[in-house]
């Protein structure tokens, strides 16, 4: 009884000692992938800041300058004028969104008229002459 009480526990042993030992090496090797993806984002954000200052470098407003009156004929550029701009009162802005339904709730009708919102751009609108 005792031999297999001892084989018992040599086999448990062996099995606990290579659970252990399974377990530190997978430790080990998530601890390497963690210190390599730490040392990855490092470079990456080095290489971040080396393209935004090369960016910053490329866009400064001299070499843009100089840029746009070398190449402003072959690409055809014109110069903004104010004729270009247009007045808030040509934009069609979309219809206000229907009023919700809060007087079903409380048994109170909702507020007749147009919402104050509308009111307002229509009288924007017809005081830029765009509404007769």
Known sequence: MRTVLYLSAVVLLAVCATWAYRV???????????ADLRADIAEEREALGVLKAE???LNRPDRLRALVT?????????????EQFGEVSEVAFPPPP???AEGAETGAAPPAGP??????RRAALATNGAIE
């Open 24 to 34: 530190n090496y997978a430790t080990q090797d998530a601890l390497n992938r963690a």
């Open 55 to 57: 960016w910053a470098y």
């Open 70 to 82: 070398a190449n402003a004929e072959a690409l055809g550029l014109v110069d903004l004028t104010p």
């Open 98 to 100: 229907p009023p919700e």
């Open 115 to 120: 919402a104050p919102a509308a009111a307002h």
